[in-house]
């Protein structure tokens, strides 16, 4: 993993906040230095492509990833018009590989999102209120790093069982406690500074406080660190699918079909490997536009 991600068991580090409302030229500062940044890049125009590919793949004009065939099976590059040949059960692998990214990404976003907006929320809730309201919501918090996030989410996948709903589930209470880590730091700083106490002078309730002046500093560190965990839920999704707690059979999904060809690794080789190529340029292409949205974003460069 890179060294953006959450390291199991521990907790998060906040990313440099200045505080201030982040204005129009801030943003605009920020596009400007992600556009001189050739690594983000390249790695956006990637990811933007396997998204794109995936998003309108039922129009692509593929082949039908579901249709087998026990004569194809594992079958070269170019056998037959397959441009990446064939599975093990003679399915077209550029078919299945642009079909699995549809379920892969899913999996990577939207246990994200999900968390996003309930960590973020509790923690902000934390951070803001303080006292026992933030004993209360942090405590509970410190429980779910007493587990490694890896093994918190096979636990709950098998306690739930297998299924792409039960596997959001488990992602997405694998990473609520990060994120409301991070919202609760970054809150509880932001709550000192000289316009919150004279917005809470001047009689401004507490959430036109948190929607006027609280949210505007505390949303960009949350998106930043939650950017990162996009490429570590694809790589905790895909490992799911692979033990088979995950999507299950015959849905094409990276993790799912890593698993089913793992047995012609000595026959077809590459076949074996393509899904987890597709793992890893995805899930890197993420981690490094993370970096690049932190770099673009710290005012203090």
């Not at 940044?37 to 039908?64: K, R």
């Not at 981690?287 to 770099?295: A, E």
Request: proline residues 5%.
């Amino acid at each position: 993993m890179t060294s953006n991600t959450a390291t199991a068991g521990a907790a998060p580090i906040a990313a440099p906040v200045a505080f201030r409302r982040p204005s129009r030229g801030f943003w605009h500062t920020v596009g400007r230095r992600l556009a001189r940044d050739p690594v983000t890049l390249v790695c956006g125009f990637i990811l933007l492509t396997i998204i794109g590919l995936a998003v309108f793949a039922p129009w692509l004009g593929l082949d039908d990833p579901f249709k087998m065939s026990m004569v194809r099976r594992l079958k070269p590059f170019g056998y037959q018009g397959h441009l990446l040949g064939t599975d093990e059960l003679g399915r077209d692998m550029l078919s299945r590989l642009i079909h699995g990214g549809r379920l892969s990404l899913f999996l990577g976003f939207a246990p994200v999102l999900l968390a996003t907006c309930i960590g973020g929320a509790m923690g902000v809730i934390a951070g803001y209120a303080g006292g026992r309201w933030n004993m209360v919501i942090m405590r509970l918090i410190d429980v779910f790093y007493a587990f490694p996030s890896v093994l918190l989410a096979v636990a709950i996948s098998g306690a739930l069982g297998a299924g792409l709903l039960n596997s959001i589930v488990a992602l997405t209470l694998v990473f609520i406690p990060p994120i409301a880590r991070i919202a609760e730091s970054v809150t509880t700083q932001v709550r000192t500074q000289d316009y919150v106490e004279a917005a809470r002078a001047t009689g401004a309730s507490a959430l036109r406080i948190i929607r006027g002046h609280v949210l505007s500093n505390v949303t960009g560190p949350i998106l930043v660190y939650a950017s990162s965990l996009i490429s570590v839920s694809i790589v905790i999704s895909s490992g799911l699918s692979f033990l088979g707690l995950g999507v299950s059979p015959p849905n094409a999904e990276w993790g799912l079909m890593l698993n089913a060809l793992r047995q012609a690794i000595y026959v077809s080789p590459v076949a074996a490997i393509l899904p987890g190529v597709m793992i890893f340029v995805t899930s890197m292409c993420c981690s490094l536009m993370s970096d690049g949205l932190r770099s673009a974003m710290d005012v203090k460069a």
